[in-house]
Each structure stands twice: as C-alpha cells, then as structure tokens.
C-alpha cells in the first residue's frame, strides 16, 4: 500500500461508503482525539480500526510515526467481538493488507468471515487477534515489531495490562504486559459500561506517561454518553486529553447521518413488569410485528433465560411464529457464533424475538423495529435505544420504531431487595433514569432528543488503581501460600466477575497430568458466585462415603489437574469439570444446574488438530528446549540474535546493544550438568554443550532446576567488558529520561533479561518447597547449588565464556560480604533499582523483545518455520 491514498479514498476502499466528516477529522488530525462522543449506529468502530489503518499505511510518514503499531480494540462485553473481529478483517482485506488466509460467506448481501488464520510471513501486512483465554495458537506477542490489531473483552485486556492475565499461563503474563503498555493505541468503547475497569484505564493511561514506556501509548474512550468527568482520577490530567471529537454541522448536514440523528422512536412504558416473565412473554409477543425483528434487553443472565423459556411455551413450531433467538455473555464461543448468526440475519416470514442481555449495548450493529428494554442507568437506556431504527429506516412517523421500557419497582421494596432487583447497578441510577423515561412518555427519543435533553451522567469509581499497586504488580512471583495480588476489583465490578470454565468427559476418573489444557473454544465464562455455588451442590451430590471430585484446576507447579472446592475458586481462573457434572446447555448456556439424567451431559468440544495442546508451565518445564534437531548452544545462540536483529530491524530502542549482549549470553547456563545430564540419549558429539534435542527427555537431577538462574548470575559475576558492554574502549553511558545508566547498570539488565527470558526468574530469587537440598546445607535456589561450576561455552558469534563457579549469595538481603560479589547490592536489589529507574513498562518491553526472538528461534527449530 503506498503512501500516497487520500483517507476518503481508502476508507471508501475498506468499507465501500464514503467517510463521513468526523471520521475524516480523527484519521487526519495532527493528534489522534482521545475523546469520541458521537451517537450510536454512525461508524465508531470503522472511525477507529479504519482511522488508524490508514495512518500507519496511507497516511504520510509524519502520521505514521506518531500512531502506535498495534491496535487494542476493547469490549466491555464478552460476547460480540466477533462481529468486531468480522469487521476488521474485513476491512483489511479490501485494503489488501490483511495478513493471513481468510473465508468469507455471505449473508443478507453482507460478508461475514467464515475462517481466519493470522499470519506472519508478510512483515507488510496485519494480522487480527482475539483474546478470549485458553490457549493462544496465534502468539501474536512473538512478532513486536509487526502492526496488529487485538481485539478483546475488559477483563482479558485489562488482567493482561495489569500483568495477571487471566485465562493464561504465568510465564507470559510479563510479555502481554509489556506489549499492550508500549507501543500501542487502546480504543476503549462504549466505556459507560466498564464499571471499576474505566477508572483503571485512567490511572494505566497516566502511569504510561509518567513511568515512560517502549513506544508511543494512547488511549482512546469513546461512547454516545461520555462525559470527560468520568476519566477524573487520581493520576490523570483531564487537560492532556484535548478536546472531545463529536458530530458538527457538516456531518448533520449529510442525509445519513440526519436519518440516523433524528430516527423516529417513541417511548412508551410495557404493559408488564419484570417480576412476571409469563405476563411480559405475552406482551412482548402482542406488540411484536409480522416480519420484523424485536429485540428485549434485559439486565441479568437469570432473567433473560427465565423470559426466553417463557417465550418458548408460546411459540409453535409452525411458520406463523416468529423465531426465538437468546444471546448472553455466558455461551461457549461456538454456541455464541451461531446465536449471534442468529441476531444479525434478516428477519424473515414472521420475524424474530431477541432476548439478550446487555451485551448488545456495545460491539453489535443490528437494528430492530420495536425495543423492550428494562429500566437501567441513562446511559446503558441511550445505548439501547440506538438499537431501535437504527439507520432510519421505519422513518413513517405514523409507525416509526417502538420503545418499551419495563419497569422494575425498586422504588417500591426495601433496601435488601432493592439492591437484589436493580443488579448489576445501583437503585439510585435506576430512580434517576425512571424520572426522565416518565417525562419523555410518548415522545421520540431519537439521539437528537437525547442530546437536547443535556443530561449529566455522575459516574462513581469505587476502587482506583494507584501506582505503588502498579508497581507491585511487575513481580509474577506468589507468595509462599501460591497466591497472588488481587487485580479483580480493578478490572471490572466485583459482583461481574467470572471464571472460565470447559467439559471433557473423564468417565469418573480423574484428569490425567497430561490432560491438554483448553482451547478457546471450550471455554465459557461463569460467575464466580454461581461457580462456587455449582461445586458446592457437585460436592453434595455425590454418593455417600464417596468423595467423587469432578471439577479441577491446573498445578503448573507440580503439572497435575488438581480437585477445587468451593472455598478455591477465584475469578479470571480456567476450571476443568467433568461432562457428567452438567451446569451447561447449548441453547441456554451456562446453568449452574447439576446434571440428573445423561440427556443433562455437557457435550465437549470437538477440538481441531493442534486445539489444547499442553502448554506445560510448570516451573522446571522447558518446552523450548525440546526440539525436532539437536542444536549447540552456540547454534542455537546465533539463531537467537540473528531474531533479535530481525526484530530490532523494525523497532528503535538505545538498548539494542544490552539486548544483543543479553541475547548471546542467555543460554549459558544449560552448560551446568545438571541440564546437560536431561537431554535425551544419542547426542551428536559429547564434547559440545547442546541447547536442544528432540526425544524423550529425562527429568532434571534436581527439582526446579532453571538453566536461565545460572546463566544470569555467571553474567553477574563477569565485568561488563567481558560479556562486551563497552564503546571504544570505555563504559557505555545511555540517558533515559531523567536517569543516565553506567556500564554496571546495563551488565545487571543483560543479567535481568538473561533471568527473565522463561518469564520464571524475575525479581527475586528464592528456593522452592520441593527442590532438592545440598547435602552440605550449602545455599540453593531453583536447582542451582551454591559453588557449582558452570563450565567453559561456545555461544557462537566469536564469544567463548570462561568457566566459573556460581555464587547465590546474591539471593540474600543487604551488601555481599563474600568474592566475586562482595560489597555489591543483592539480586533484589538491583532489579527493584532497574524497575525503578527503567520504569516498569519500558523493562518489561526490553524482557519482551528478547523473549519474542528466542521463542521465534526455538519455534523454528521445532516447527521449521513460525
């Protein structure tokens, strides 16, 4: 794609209309808008994903520069991110620059994607991710260098930004980090829903400025209500965000955007109320009209299936019955798709009745011809409302689009009660939002009525996100007890919070240790109240004197699947349960009812070739290390920096040369025996050091043993010359921000990288229950004993490391007392000092890029190529 497009023209190119104004001002300002306000059902999603396209691809090199080159296209729901996933790929295959094969089938004359496969053999194209826990089978964070969209929910972005990714290994919390902190654009949309995480998005925009980070990063909110009071928090300068992108007077003036602004809808209470789901079943069914679609917006899982059954005794199955669609947060994503597939196709014959929950508030184009909607906070009422004649279309003001709000009387119970009805939100933005659905009663309540009425929307942040929690959350180590620093009530409401959960059937054993960890197919998400409620009845539902465990959870550090009970589960977690245990239906969802007939079975997922395979991260695992070709050290060092510069080729960091260091001397320490004595039999040659092997590998002499400990202290160990942290002969000197690291700095971040590039040794370095100890009651830590000698390597590119005899003493507190590290800071010491100096973003970044070119080298020796 050259550089030469006008935005009007390649936007025409990606979606086959013309850009309307506001669209064409946020690609081509100076300074991307932080702020977007503008109604639904106008293109915000084309604005962002298409916006920032064209200034990384067809805008010119100035706008390029500044515009980050990864996207972070963020939900606060978790169904419909497929719809925007569908669209961006879309979009990038008109433009030609979508990396990856794809299929498209077509429905209602427009392409939905059937099959996509990101790719990355062209560095000049895009590849579109999706986070939704399990297993990633893109590793989209292997290629920094490359622009990418990634699209997800709040919870998987946000744990992820806030390194406790939920629903993934530990060992790659520190490289998501990193990625979705530098170098990238967050779109946070429809942000009125985000709850807590809004506030957190805030602060994480803040602490990116003022820590400093591995490349421009900006977030972007944007929402048909947004109010810039609501970004108020702790650390953020509401002045820095500019000012807010809305419609003008050029955009009013064009006829689709005025058929969108002024589409008639008028507002009427339902003849119903909540509390009987029969009564409003048979409301919703008389005001429902041959051939077009009503949507029913409910605000609870509970009710909307307790309406959708109601619905059901209803309907025949004959062709004069419209057809029944639910659509929830709590589906498997196959489910999902073919509800979703459901919502989005035409009405046909008598039409179709949707009954979804909030999920279509954000993420979802569809347009119905009347509107249930249950009484929830002005905001989230705005949001559904935009979902009824949508584009204009029943523009009759005689029949135009129909709204019906049903009411919950929370006005009418006791505080207890109240609280229980209005959930997820609070009574007192219910009773607000009554009082103006009262006043605006049989009016038209188009956006232009709604932006008439200027109504300001309080919004209250109940947990915000300081920088010492910050801080404390760069160290992946759990405490003694194997836990870690709650993130939940940062990411979103407490009382939203979920686990992930999938079904194989076990037969009524338990789960192997060798059992594949789940695919994201399998997974569904499940309250964590409702999980805990499940495993409780599981437990009692089992025969007497019989103790039959059928829900599990992985040990990474002991690669078993472990029983859970009730008093175990905790949010953003992956459960393994037993198909017989039931809790799921394929029509319904998530149930949380325990199965009393087969019929009652969850069905598993059929999981493709590849799905689930085990991705052991057990604290001595190695996966890497295991290959289809026997590689030296020194052959597969050179495969890693050869990555490395690859990778640097498309990047600018003052600490490429730390990198390169780092990269040659990373795998020094699988010269200890201790490694060497693992690999497989039938070695090529036994005078060399050997990195990789295929076969079966035997288990480490000692438990917990990382080869990435002893390579980082024998660099420790060595002067900064010596492993080649030198400039013409003198110290290197590098100025970061206010800070101007020495020659010594930099040999303890090549030590810091060289630990870190298995994301297990980090901050600190400290034994393990379970590791074997000296006999002589000598100092040990993950299977390093202190004075074993790490003996003489070839690591290629010239450099042969000298044979030296490993100190631990820097795992103790204070000054060494003892040669070669007497009188010097402890590990700890030196790691907090660089996080401090670094900033925990920027040396997150660094420990990204060396881990991506090694997992790139080892990916190739394994699979031949990425």
Same mark, same amino acid.
Request: charged fraction near 25%; charge should be negative.
């Given at each position: 794609?050259?550089?030469?497009?006008?935005?009007?023209?390649?936007?025409?190119?990606?979606?086959?209309?013309?850009?309307?104004?506001?669209?064409?001002?946020?690609?081509?300002?100076?300074?991307?808008?932080?702020?977007?306000?503008?109604?639904?059902?106008?293109?915000?999603?084309?604005?962002?994903?298409?916006?920032?396209?064209?200034?990384?691809?067809?805008?010119?090199?100035?706008?390029?520069?500044?515009?980050?080159?990864?996207?972070?296209?963020?939900?606060?729901?978790?169904?419909?991110?497929?719809?925007?996933?569908?669209?961006?790929?879309?979009?990038?295959?008109?433009?030609?620059?979508?990396?990856?094969?794809?299929?498209?089938?077509?429905?209602?004359?427009?392409?939905?994607?059937?099959?996509?496969?990101?790719?990355?053999?062209?560095?000049?194209?895009?590849?579109?991710?999706?986070?939704?826990?399990?297993?990633?089978?893109?590793?989209?964070?292997?290629?920094?260098?490359?622009?990418?969209?990634?699209?997800?929910?709040?919870?998987?972005?946000?744990?992820?930004?806030?390194?406790?990714?939920?629903?993934?290994?530990?060992?790659?919390?520190?490289?998501?980090?990193?990625?979705?902190?530098?170098?990238?654009?967050?779109?946070?949309?429809?942000?009125?829903?985000?709850?807590?995480?809004?506030?957190?998005?805030?602060?994480?925009?803040?602490?990116?400025?003022?820590?400093?980070?591995?490349?421009?990063?900006?977030?972007?909110?944007?929402?048909?209500?947004?109010?810039?009071?609501?970004?108020?928090?702790?650390?953020?300068?509401?002045?820095?965000?500019?000012?807010?992108?809305?419609?003008?007077?050029?955009?009013?003036?064009?006829?689709?955007?005025?058929?969108?602004?002024?589409?008639?809808?008028?507002?009427?209470?339902?003849?119903?109320?909540?509390?009987?789901?029969?009564?409003?079943?048979?409301?919703?069914?008389?005001?429902?009209?041959?051939?077009?679609?009503?949507?029913?917006?409910?605000?609870?899982?509970?009710?909307?299936?307790?309406?959708?059954?109601?619905?059901?005794?209803?309907?025949?199955?004959?062709?004069?019955?419209?057809?029944?669609?639910?659509?929830?947060?709590?589906?498997?994503?196959?489910?999902?798709?073919?509800?979703?597939?459901?919502?989005?196709?035409?009405?046909?014959?008598?039409?179709?009745?949707?009954?979804?929950?909030?999920?279509?508030?954000?993420?979802?184009?569809?347009?119905?011809?009347?509107?249930?909607?249950?009484?929830?906070?002005?905001?989230?009422?705005?949001?559904?409302?935009?979902?009824?004649?949508?584009?204009?279309?029943?523009?009759?003001?005689?029949?135009?689009?129909?709204?019906?709000?049903?009411?919950?009387?929370?006005?009418?119970?006791?505080?207890?009660?109240?609280?229980?009805?209005?959930?997820?939100?609070?009574?007192?933005?219910?009773?607000?939002?009554?009082?103006?659905?009262?006043?605006?009663?049989?009016?038209?309540?188009?956006?232009?009525?709604?932006?008439?009425?200027?109504?300001?929307?309080?919004?209250?942040?109940?947990?915000?996100?300081?920088?010492?929690?910050?801080?404390?959350?760069?160290?992946?180590?759990?405490?003694?007890?194997?836990?870690?620093?709650?993130?939940?009530?940062?990411?979103?409401?407490?009382?939203?919070?979920?686990?992930?959960?999938?079904?194989?059937?076990?037969?009524?054993?338990?789960?192997?240790?060798?059992?594949?960890?789940?695919?994201?197919?399998?997974?569904?998400?499940?309250?964590?109240?409702?999980?805990?409620?499940?495993?409780?009845?599981?437990?009692?539902?089992?025969?007497?004197?019989?103790?039959?465990?059928?829900?599990?959870?992985?040990?990474?550090?002991?690669?078993?699947?472990?029983?859970?009970?009730?008093?175990?589960?905790?949010?953003?977690?992956?459960?393994?349960?037993?198909?017989?245990?039931?809790?799921?239906?394929?029509?319904?969802?998530?149930?949380?009812?325990?199965?009393?007939?087969?019929?009652?079975?969850?069905?598993?997922?059929?999981?493709?070739?590849?799905?689930?395979?085990?991705?052991?991260?057990?604290?001595?695992?190695?996966?890497?290390?295991?290959?289809?070709?026997?590689?030296?050290?020194?052959?597969?060092?050179?495969?890693?920096?050869?990555?490395?510069?690859?990778?640097?080729?498309?990047?600018?960091?003052?600490?490429?040369?730390?990198?390169?260091?780092?990269?040659?001397?990373?795998?020094?320490?699988?010269?200890?025996?201790?490694?060497?004595?693992?690999?497989?039999?039938?070695?090529?040659?036994?005078?060399?050091?050997?990195?990789?092997?295929?076969?079966?590998?035997?288990?480490?002499?000692?438990?917990?043993?990382?080869?990435?400990?002893?390579?980082?202290?024998?660099?420790?160990?060595?002067?900064?010359?010596?492993?080649?942290?030198?400039?013409?002969?003198?110290? +290197? /000197?590098?100025?970061?921000?206010?800070?101007? &690291? #020495?020659?010594?700095? %930099?040999?303890? *971040?090549? !030590?810091? $990288?060289? @630990?870190?590039?298995?994301?297990?040794?980090?901050?600190?370095?400290?034994?393990?229950?379970?590791?074997?100890?000296?006999?002589?009651?000598?100092?040990?830590?993950?299977?390093?004993?202190?004075?074993?000698?790490?003996?003489?390597?070839?690591?290629?590119?010239?450099?042969?490391?000298?044979?030296?005899?490993?100190?631990?003493?820097?795992?103790?507190?204070?000054?060494?007392?003892?040669?070669?590290?007497?009188?010097?800071?402890?590990?700890? +010491? /030196?790691?907090?000092?660089?996080?401090?100096? &670094? #900033?925990?973003?920027? %040396?997150?970044? *660094?420990? !990204?890029? $060396?881990? @991506?070119?090694?997992?790139?080298?080892?990916?190739?020796?394994?699979?031949?190529?990425?």
């Amino acid at each position: 794609m050259a550089h030469s497009i006008s935005f009007h023209e390649f936007f025409k190119m990606a979606t086959g209309s013309a850009p309307f104004p506001f669209q064409r001002g946020f690609a081509e300002a100076a300074s991307l808008p932080q702020l977007v306000r503008v109604p639904t059902g106008l293109g915000k999603t084309a604005l962002a994903v298409v916006g920032w396209l064209w200034r990384r691809f067809g805008g010119n090199e100035e706008r390029k520069a500044a515009t980050p080159r990864r996207l972070v296209y963020c939900l606060p729901m978790r169904v419909l991110v497929e719809q925007t996933r569908d669209n961006a790929v879309l979009w990038l295959h008109n433009v030609g620059l979508l990396a990856g094969p794809v299929e498209f089938d077509e429905h209602d004359g427009k392409r939905r994607v059937r099959s996509y496969a990101p790719d990355f053999s062209d560095p000049g194209k895009v590849a579109v991710h999706v986070l939704m826990g399990g297993e990633e089978r893109d590793d989209w964070d292997l290629h920094p260098e490359r622009d990418a969209i990634i699209i997800g929910t709040q919870d998987m972005l946000l744990s992820r930004a806030l390194n406790r990714g939920y629903a993934m290994t530990r060992s790659r919390w520190p490289m998501h980090f990193a990625l979705l902190n530098s170098d990238v654009l967050w779109i946070l949309d429809e942000v009125q829903l985000m709850g807590t995480g809004l506030a957190t998005t805030a602060q994480l925009e803040a602490f990116r400025s003022l820590l400093g980070t591995g490349g421009t990063a900006q977030s972007i909110w944007m929402s048909a209500t947004l109010d810039r009071e609501w970004l108020r928090s702790a650390d953020l300068d509401l002045g820095s965000l500019g000012d807010t992108l809305e419609l003008d007077a050029r955009d009013l003036a064009l006829t689709d955007v005025a058929a969108r602004y002024r589409a008639p809808k008028r507002l009427a209470q339902a003849a119903a109320s909540a509390a009987d789901p029969d009564v409003l079943a048979q409301v919703v069914l008389d005001e429902h009209q041959h051939g077009t679609r009503t949507l029913v917006v409910v605000n609870t899982v509970d009710r909307a299936r307790r309406l959708a059954a109601a619905l059901r005794k209803r309907l025949t199955d004959g062709t004069g019955s419209p057809g029944l669609v639910l659509i929830h947060s709590r589906f498997r994503p196959l489910d999902r798709e073919r509800h979703v597939g459901q919502l989005l196709a035409a009405p046909e014959g008598p039409g179709a009745v949707i009954v979804s929950t909030q999920v279509v508030e954000a993420g979802v184009d569809v347009s119905a011809k009347t509107l249930f909607t249950e009484i929830a906070p002005w905001a989230s009422l705005v949001q559904r409302f935009g979902r009824c004649n949508r584009a204009g279309e029943f523009d009759n003001h005689d029949d135009p689009g129909r709204i019906f709000w049903i009411d919950l009387n929370v006005d009418e119970l006791d505080e207890k009660r109240a609280s229980k009805t209005a959930a997820p939100y609070p009574p007192h933005d219910l009773h607000q939002a009554r009082k103006l659905l009262v006043e605006l009663e049989g009016e038209s309540v188009a956006p232009q009525t709604l932006d008439g009425l200027g109504v300001k929307l309080p919004y209250e942040h109940t947990h915000i996100l300081r920088r010492k929690d910050l801080i404390e959350l760069f160290d992946t180590t759990p405490d003694l007890a194997g836990n870690d620093l709650d993130i939940d009530r940062y990411v979103r409401d407490m009382d939203d919070t979920d686990v992930r959960v999938f079904w194989r059937d076990l037969r009524g054993e338990a789960p192997q240790p060798e059992e594949a960890l789940p695919g994201r197919e399998e997974l569904c998400g499940a309250p964590v109240g409702g999980f805990r409620d499940f495993i409780r009845k599981l437990g009692k539902s089992t025969k007497k004197h019989i103790r039959v465990r059928r829900a599990y959870r992985r040990n990474f550090l002991e690669r078993t699947w472990d029983p859970v009970s009730e008093r175990t589960i905790t949010p953003g977690q992956v459960y393994f349960v037993d198909s017989s245990a039931g809790g799921y239906d394929e029509e319904r969802g998530w149930m949380g009812e325990i199965a009393r007939t087969a019929a009652q079975r969850v069905a598993p997922v059929a999981l493709e070739p590849g799905e689930g395979a085990v991705v052991d991260d057990g604290n001595e695992a190695d996966k890497l290390s295991q290959t289809n070709e026997w590689q030296s050290i020194a052959e597969h060092t050179d495969e890693v920096c050869a990555e490395l510069e690859q990778l640097l080729g498309g990047l600018e960091t003052v600490f490429a040369p730390t990198l390169r260091v780092a990269a040659r001397w990373h795998d020094w320490g699988k010269a200890h025996q201790v490694f060497q004595d693992a690999l497989p039999d039938g070695r090529p040659d036994a005078s060399r050091a050997w990195a990789k092997a295929p076969g079966k590998w035997k288990r480490y002499g000692r438990r917990q043993f990382r080869h990435e400990l002893a390579s980082a202290l024998a660099v420790l160990a060595l002067t900064p010359k010596t492993v080649g942290l030198t400039v013409n002969g003198g110290a +290197e /000197r590098l100025s970061v921000g206010a800070e101007a &690291l #020495g020659a010594e700095d %930099l040999r303890d *971040l090549a !030590a810091y $990288l060289v @630990a870190a590039h298995h994301g297990k040794v980090r901050l600190s370095i400290r034994s393990l229950p379970t590791e074997k100890h000296p006999p002589d009651g000598k100092r040990f830590a993950r299977g390093i004993w202190d004075g074993d000698r790490l003996s003489k390597a070839d690591l290629g590119g010239g450099v042969l490391a000298p044979g030296v005899a490993l100190s631990l003493e820097p795992m103790e507190l204070g000054l060494c007392q003892e040669p070669p590290f007497a009188g010097q800071p402890s590990w700890v +010491e /030196r790691m907090l000092c660089l996080r401090d100096r &670094l #900033g925990p973003f920027r %040396l997150a970044y *660094l420990e !990204a890029l $060396l881990r @991506a070119a090694d997992m790139r080298a080892s990916a190739r020796a394994t699979r031949g190529q990425l």
